[in-house]
């Protein structure tokens, strides 16, 4: 069970370059999530997912797109990169939140990208 | 909006000794959860306590307990016995992101000094 796995772990993108961050998770989990840490701030969302075909913006979803084809698998496309794109990228899943289920709304991160746009 | 808030940037803590870092939130939600996540120098997120809202029992884990406050809407987390391996950003976060995402405050830098 290896949880939440994110590729790469870092990556140089040239400004107007166009490239995809990776996320798997083998918990079956319907809601997935991506959100940006910028330096000294805490984590604002992206995009999200409440299962397979099912996506919707976040706080932050310009210069994002993502898709959602199976349950495991939610990727991260940066188009025409910028260098305000320059952050540390989170992969989270969980079970549906709070309310919905019944289930708790614990969180499960990847361990990150490092991406800087230069 | 809901909103999470630590007003303490950076705190540092003698081994072994304790440290308290400090939250406040501000949600609508009747039923909710609150969290602390560490992050260490590697970056990964790391849930540390979970707080049910509507429970009044302060949740533990080992040497890492809360002191939650609903009605000031405050939710603090002590560490106990602090450890060098303690050294991390520490967030606070509450449940009830309208998209189902967690809301984050601006995190804590705790440093365990030898």
């Known amino acids: 069970n290896a949880g939440v796995t994110q590729t790469p772990k870092f990556h140089i993108l040239k400004i107007g370059q166009s490239m995809t961050l990776q996320c798997t998770q083998d918990?079956?989990?319907?809601?997935m999530y991506w959100y940006r840490q910028d330096p000294g701030m805490g984590l604002k969302l992206i995009y999200y997912?409440?299962?397979?075909?099912?996506?919707d913006k976040g706080e932050v979803p310009n210069g994002y797109n993502v898709s959602r084809s199976t349950t495991e698998d939610f990727p991260l496309r940066l188009e025409l990169a910028a260098p305000s794109q320059t952050s540390v990228y989170f992969c989270?899943?969980?079970?549906?939140?709070?309310?919905?289920?019944?289930?708790?709304?614990?969180?499960?991160f990847g361990p990150g990208t490092r991406l800087t746009v230069l | 909006a809901q909103t999470v808030t630590q007003s303490q940037p950076e705190m540092s803590v003698q081994e072994a000794e304790t440290v308290t870092l400090s939250c406040t939130y501000d949600?609508?939600?009747?039923?909710?959860?609150l969290f602390w996540y560490k992050q260490p120098p590697s970056r990964q997120m790391i849930l540390v306590i979970r707080?049910?809202?509507?429970?009044?029992q302060n949740a533990t884990e080992n040497r890492f307990s809360v002191n939650f406050q609903k009605a000031a809407k405050s939710f603090s987390l002590k560490i106990s016995d602090s450890q060098l391996g303690d050294t991390a950003m520490y967030f606070c976060?509450?449940?009830?992101?309208?998209?189902?995402?967690?809301?984050f405050g601006k995190g804590t830098k705790l440093s365990v000094k030898p």
């Open positions: 989270a899943s969980s079970y549906p939140p709070l309310g919905r289920s019944g289930s708790p709304d614990t969180q499960y």
């Open positions: 918990m079956n989990h319907n809601y």
């Open positions: 997912s409440v299962g397979a075909g099912i996506t």
């Open positions: 949600t609508s939600e009747n039923n909710y959860y």
């Open positions: 707080q049910e809202a509507y429970k009044q």
């Open positions: 976060a509450s449940s009830g992101g309208s998209q189902g995402n967690l809301i």
